[in-house]
């Protein structure tokens, strides 16, 4: 594995840690698989398809989502939406990334400040 | 065209529980298509297009392993490390029992007056056949421990929940014959499991309560040799002639098989017993006050055996023996004394060393309870 191999990994592994909140975050409103892709990349956020869908499955299967199949045109779609204990984990998701990214900020500056001296 | 997208959604879903495949490959496939309908813009996909799409989407095998988060083990990784130590461990055994047997048998001469060649080549064939039972078997077991205890979460098949049954009642059946630890290892277990906290951490063992690995490993090596050699080989068990008129070399069987068994029996519960103390010793690294009542209790019962044994003098093959003494000229008035003396002398050692470790033991397990 070279140095920027590493690096890249390292970046997947923050990113990672970041989708559950993402992806909770954007289905207060029924979503299907793709519109969803599309509603988290113009937010900014990119995530491959073939780690979604399989995310979707398992928030699901851990009761945090709702799904169901809609029969429309031109073909049928499985719609995914937050149930109420989704919502509650959402709100403790939230609490916490707001500690953390006063956290980071706070570390992140003492060391911006550090790195000048 | 689209035969792609179907070898595609086949690769995924040929990797996943066969319930999940048929919803995973609808669904995939109505987002595949959506996501094949946003790059066209209107026009006909052809099959680049198609192909493009898929690249994108990844490997499939990488597409199949994010549907099955859990790791799937057949022998998970809090199991590996004593999986390859007991697999070593008893194909050391073997291995050394197997060779031993050989070297008897060439000695011998096979009744059937094989070459040499053939008789390395059978070795070879019963090794062989020996380690692939062997590997099986002790794999089997672990992976029925894997599945009770560390797949439980892994559940998707009915072929799984009958394994698991079975699995169950065999860890059922091993926790009863771990005495010594049958309560404290259940509730450490749930501990382990749920919830750990800083205070349940065990004291560091004294120096005389730290196991040595390698005397256990040794210790188990042996117990496995004198399994095998009770259990399977007891006519080897003897004292050895060289004929010189059929050049070759005669053994006579030092114990008559037929009643020896009765006591291998026994044995054999002891054996079995030890050796799941020194498994057991080895996982924990110490010995604490149940080991070291296991050990009494072991060494006990096999001075009671032992004495039994050679209190029964039937045990013995005292015709064959004395047959083999006369033919093969050895003074027999003198090597007799020397038989009986032996044999009182041999009692005494093995009272005086049992009781050596009942009372090294005892003195330990009491300076446990009370510092």
Not at chain 1, 26 to 31: A, D, K
Request: proline content about 3%; hydrophobic content about 45%.
């Amino acid at each position: 594995m070279t140095q920027n191999d590493a690096i890249q990994n390292l970046m997947q592994e923050l990113r990672r840690g970041t989708l559950v909140i993402g992806v909770l975050s954007q289905l207060h409103e029924p979503e299907y698989g793709y519109s969803l892709v599309q509603k988290l990349n113009d937010c900014g956020m990119t995530i491959d398809q073939g780690t979604l869908y399989p995310l979707l499955r398992r928030l699901e299967k851990q009761s945090l989502l709702e799904s169901n199949w809609e029969v429309e045109d031109p073909r049928p779609r499985r719609y995914y939406q937050l149930s109420d204990s989704g919502r509650e984990a959402l709100e403790a998701l939230k609490t916490e990334w707001n500690e953390l990214v006063k956290t980071m900020n706070l570390m992140l500056s003492l060391e911006s400040e550090e790195a000048l001296k | 065209m689209m035969t792609w997208m179907d070898r595609y959604l086949y690769a995924v879903t040929r990797r996943l529980p066969k319930s999940m495949r048929e919803d995973i490959e609808r669904e995939l496939r109505s987002n595949l298509m959506d996501a094949l309908e946003e790059r066209l813009e209107g026009r006909d996909a052809t099959e680049q297009d198609v192909l493009e799409l898929l690249n994108e989407f990844g490997d499939p095998e990488k597409v199949a392993s994010e549907y099955m988060p859990e790791k799937r083990y057949l022998i998970g990784p809090e199991l590996i490390d004593l999986y390859w130590m007991i697999l070593k461990i008893v194909g050391i055994a073997v291995g050394i029992g197997l060779t031993i047997a050989l070297v008897i048998s060439a000695l011998q001469g096979e009744p059937t007056q094989k070459g040499l060649i053939e008789i390395i080549i059978g070795y070879f064939g019963t090794l062989w056949s020996a380690a692939i039972s062997l590997v099986g078997t002790i794999t089997i077991i672990f992976a029925v421990i894997q599945y009770t205890t560390a797949g439980q979460e892994f559940s998707h098949s009915k072929a799984a929940e009958e394994l698991r049954q079975a699995g169950k009642e065999i860890g059922e059946a091993f926790k009863e014959t771990e005495i010594s630890h049958t309560v404290k290892s259940k509730q450490a277990k749930v501990k382990q499991t749920k919830t750990w906290s800083a205070d349940q951490l065990p004291a560091v063992p004294a120096s005389s309560d730290r196991v040595s690995i390698s005397d256990s490993v040794v210790s188990l090596v042996f117990i496995g040799l004198a399994l095998l050699v009770f259990n399977v080989y007891p006519d080897k068990i003897g004292a050895y002639f060289f004929d010189n008129t059929a050049e070759k070399w005669v053994g006579v069987p030092l114990f008559n098989v037929a009643i020896l068994s009765a006591y291998v029996m026994f044995y054999n519960f002891v054996w079995i017993l030890e050796a799941l103390l020194h498994v057991r010793l080895i996982q924990t690294g110490r010995w604490g006050f149940a080991e070291r009542m296991v050990k009494i209790l072991i060494s006990l019962l096999g001075l009671g055996i032992f004495i039994a044994l050679i209190q029964n003098p039937a045990v013995f093959n005292s015709e064959g023996i004395k047959a083999g003494l006369i033919q093969y000229g050895v003074d027999l008035s003198g090597l007799a004394k020397l038989g009986m003396l032996n044999l009182r002398i041999l009692m005494v050692i093995v009272i005086l060393g049992t009781a050596v470790e009942v009372i090294k033991q005892g003195y330990y397990a009491v300076k446990s309870k009370v510092v």
